[in-house]
């Protein structure tokens, strides 16, 4: 079972990294910044995936659906992806297009690459709760 606490404070450890690195403008820095804060957004959404459906849908699956778990969760890390990417397009329109605040969108190319990362990573905390919950 995965602690409260640890989603907690990893999910404000993630915040709290991206407001600084947004105050002190390192992602337009160091390009290369936004790589892994989209692997451990999407390390987190994997844990709080798992987290939520443990928590209040313990029976899902415990039928040996393997398959099933591995797919809905990452399709719930894709789901948080793609909502990040519509704050990020919706921030260029409203603040970025008005000079408040630096463009977050820089294509399609950094979109994609943004879910792949956001994917790989929910990919990597199932590996390790897979081998830590033999699933």
């Known amino acids: 079972m995965i602690s409260s606490k640890l989603l907690i404070a990893?999910?404000?450890?993630?915040?709290?990294?991206?407001?600084?690195?947004?105050i002190n403008f390192w992602y337009w820095q160091y390009f290369w910044l936004d790589i892994p804060m989209h692997f451990l957004g999407g390390f987190w959404a994997a844990m709080f995936s798992i987290w939520l459906s443990s928590k209040?849908?313990?029976?899902?699956?415990?039928?040996?659906?393997?398959?099933?778990f591995l797919i809905s969760v990452l399709s719930f890390v894709a789901l948080i992806g793609v909502l990040w990417e519509?704050?990020?397009?919706?921030?260029?329109?409203?603040?970025?297009?008005k000079g408040y605040s630096e463009i977050m969108q820089l294509?399609?190319?950094?979109?994609?690459?943004?879910?792949?990362?956001?994917?790989?990573?929910?990919?990597v905390f199932l590996l390790i709760y897979r081998l830590r919950r033999k699933i």
């Open 10 to 22: 990893f999910l404000v450890f993630v915040l709290v990294f991206h407001a600084i690195a947004t």
């Open 86 to 97: 519509f704050y990020e397009f919706i921030n260029d329109i409203f603040f970025s297009s």
């Open 107 to 123: 294509g399609a190319a950094d979109t994609i690459k943004d879910l792949f990362f956001d994917l790989f990573g929910g990919s």
């Open 56 to 68: 209040y849908f313990p029976n899902l699956w415990r039928g040996g659906e393997k398959l099933f």
